[in-house]
């Protein structure tokens, strides 16, 4: 089971990016796939979650109506479109999963309960 996380960069304020999380070894069909970021001296936080197998999404609040997940099972991907982007979304964003079986509306943005982690793409937002 592996997941690729790519698409970081530097951007300026405002602007727009979109992120990758290639899985392979496993159908998204069978898992959640959630994107989370870390920020220096910061908690990993949950950004955005999406159930592949009724297409449902989650966001968290700071991010809602800027971000956009989607999934595309035949490549099993699972992209995240960041928009308006602000110096505070810069940080080290991860895609995970977690087992259908185990995923939960209500904890969807817990890490620790997620199987397994990509490697980490950074975005930076900056002038």
């Given at each position: 089971v592996q997941l690729q996380a790519s698409g970081g960069g530097l951007v300026q304020?405002?602007?727009?990016?979109?992120?990758?999380?290639?899985?392979?070894g496993f159908s998204l069909a069978d898992y959640a796939i959630g994107w989370f970021r870390q920020a220096p001296g910061k908690e990993r936080e949950g950004v955005s979650c999406i159930r592949s197998s009724t297409g449902s999404t989650y966001y968290a609040n700071s991010v809602k109506g800027r971000f956009t997940i989607s999934r595309d099972n035949v490549r099993n991907t699972v992209y995240l479109q960041l928009n308006s982007l602000k110096p505070e979304d810069t940080a080290v964003y991860y895609c995970a999963a977690i087992s259908r079986l185990q995923f939960g509306v209500?904890?969807?943005g817990l890490a620790r309960l997620y199987n397994y982690w990509g490697q980490g793409t950074l975005v930076t937002v900056s002038s």
């Open positions: 304020p405002g602007g727009s990016l979109r992120l990758s999380c290639a899985a392979s209500a904890t969807w």
